[in-house]
């Protein structure tokens, strides 16, 4: 038999496209169970014979799984092969999910959404690593704008898709949703990806696994369970503060004297990497905040729907879609730490734009504040991600994706919890402010009781019916009105964390473009 005879034909170079498209589809999946069973949690509750505030931890649950696991991707993938690794997550994934769809308890719920929480913070790192493998340095822009679609749009569509599905189906359907998706894209993903597996030895770095689970566990369950459990009143936060502050501290010798540290405190401190991670906190601050807030802010005080509160958060996801495309393009012509700088002054300017808010406004307010977000996002998650990776060697790329998505994640909780206080307690300041001009003595009190009561005795009222139905109403709007103030505070307070982002930006070093990065050694 001739050699040529017994050679096995070659195999044909997979698309790179396809891979990219299949990764953000499974990144689309994760990043979404992130938002979307936040509006579920009532019908949960209810369903499973629960309080609200025990339900709560179905959030909570998956946000500390998922930032346990994250820092440990980059050994996993190397170790296993990112292939085996990611396959394997995205699996764990999809029958977690299923079975949170038919769970029958509040205790199988939990256990099934830590299991979930485990294999989502898993994929999205590993996802990226692969992305930044399969395209040359002058593609690299174009393919995270692809995957950029999915980590920014989905929070977006999270609460508008649990919303509805809950509405009019059920909220089991908030999780059953990622069976079919996930075992669709584990069988391209087994199709299209090949496996660039090198046998190499590598330790586990189990003590550092141990303090950063600790440390960002206790963490997330701080700033998600902080509000609702009052903060340092509560003995329980206060230990679990002290646990992550301990933590950390005992992290970071630790990890600067290991051969093969868990996370790589070196990498974080480079004057590159480090920008690039603390901008990708600050931009998850502001993706997350937003999200999770103009939709509460939307029904809690201007009677919105879910549905119709969604629906205004999409048209910026719309204007996201077109701007990655359009990012993409110019990262091969711009120096990142400008694209990035104009991004978060976007950003800014949405926020302030916010600030306006008033019980005038309508529906293409929101919509149109949130077109300006949907605008500015992509030009910071792009560019960031693409010069995070610059200068590296390719042994540090799972890494680096691992501590990007653990800034984003974090730095969304940091951005959430810092909205809900200064949300809650500005209600509080502004409520006791206003309530100081809603006495006997105040004109313009006097003023405004007249004109409700007439109102009142108009509608057909009594006398004192109208009187009491006018104290009413003024009790109501100063409600209201400290309620849209408390707002406007929050949006003051994204606004500066976005330009805070500028000067960062402007630290980085200038990129080679549309050429080969350079390898560090």
């Known amino acids: 038999m001739s050699a040529a ?22 990144a689309f999946m994760e990043v979404l169970d992130t938002t979307i069973a936040n509006v579920a949690l009532r019908y949960i509750a209810g369903s499973l014979g629960v309080s609200e505030d ?16 994250v820092v440990a991707s980059g050994y996993l993938a190397r170790r296993l092969g990112r292939k085996k690794f990611f396959i394997a997550c995205l699996g764990l994934f999809t029958v977690s999910s299923v079975a949170c769809g038919f769970a029958t308890s509040l205790d199988e719920l939990l256990l099934f959404r830590i299991f979930q929480g485990f294999a989502g913070g898993g994929m999205v790192p590993v996802a990226q690593s692969i992305l930044a493998d399969s395209f040359p340095q002058e593609k690299r822009g174009q393919a995270f704008a692809l995957f950029g679609v999915a980590v920014v749009v989905a929070p977006v569509v999270g609460p508008t898709l649990g919303g509805w599905l809950s509405d009019n189906w059920s909220w089991h359907w908030c999780f059953l949703i990622n069976g079919p998706v996930g075992l669709a894209a ?28 600790v440390a960002l ?12 459990d009052d903060w340092f009143d509560s003995s329980f936060i206060v230990w679990a503060s002290a646990l992550s502050a301990l933590s950390f501290v005992l992290l970071i010798p630790w990890e600067m004297n290991q051969r093969q540290p868990l996370v790589d405190m070196r990498m974080i401190a480079t004057r590159q990497f480090g920008a690039c991670f603390v901008v990708m906190a600050a931009t998850g601050a502001i993706l997350l905040a937003t999200t999770n807030f103009l939709p509460q802010l939307t029904q809690e005080d201007f009677g919105y729907t879910a549905t119709w509160a969604g629906l205004a958060l999409s048209p910026g996801g719309l204007v996201t879609v077109g701007a990655m495309v359009a990012v993409g393009q110019l990262s091969q012509r711009v120096q990142p730490k400008y694209l990035i700088a104009v991004g978060a002054g976007i950003c800014a300017a949405s926020m302030y734009w916010l600030t306006d808010v008033n019980p005038d406004i309508g529906f293409w307010f929101f919509a149109k504040t949130r077109m300006l977000i949907g ?60 309530s100081e001009a809603t006495v006997p003595s105040s004109i313009p009190f006097q003023h405004a009781m007249n004109q409700a009561t007439h109102f009142f005795a108009g509608a057909g009222a009594s006398p004192g019916d109208a009187k009491a139905q006018a104290f009413a109403w003024v009790g109501q709007q100063v409600s209201q009105q400290a309620s849209l103030l408390a707002y406007v505070d929050v949006f003051w307070v994204l606004m500066i964390m976005a330009l805070c982002a500028i000067p960062l930006a402007l630290a980085l070093r200038n990129v080679k473009l549309g050429g080969a990065a350079p390898v560090g050694h």
């Open 375 to 434: 605008l500015g996002l992509p030009l910071i998650f792009i560019p960031i991600t693409a010069a995070s990776y610059y200068g590296l060697k390719k042994s540090q790329t799972d890494n680096a994706s691992a501590l990007l998505n653990a800034a984003r994640n974090t730095g969304g909780s940091i951005g959430v919890s810092l909205a809900n206080n200064v949300l809650a307690h500005r209600e509080q300041f502004h409520q006791s402010r206003l």
């Open 217 to 228: 566990g206790a963490l997330e369950i701080v700033l998600d369970r902080g509000q609702v």
């Open 54 to 69: 025990e339900s709560s931890w179905v959030v909570t649950t998956y946000l500390v799984a998922n930032a346990i696991i």
């Open 5 to 26: 005879t017994a050679a096995a034909p070659a195999k044909a170079p997979v698309n790179p496209w396809l891979i990219a498209v299949v990764v953000a589809v499974a």
């Open 186 to 213: 584990m069988a391209m993903i087994s199709a299209l990806i090949e496996e660039k597996y090198e046998k190499v030895e590598l330790r586990f770095d189990a003590i550092g696994f141990a303090l950063v689970a």
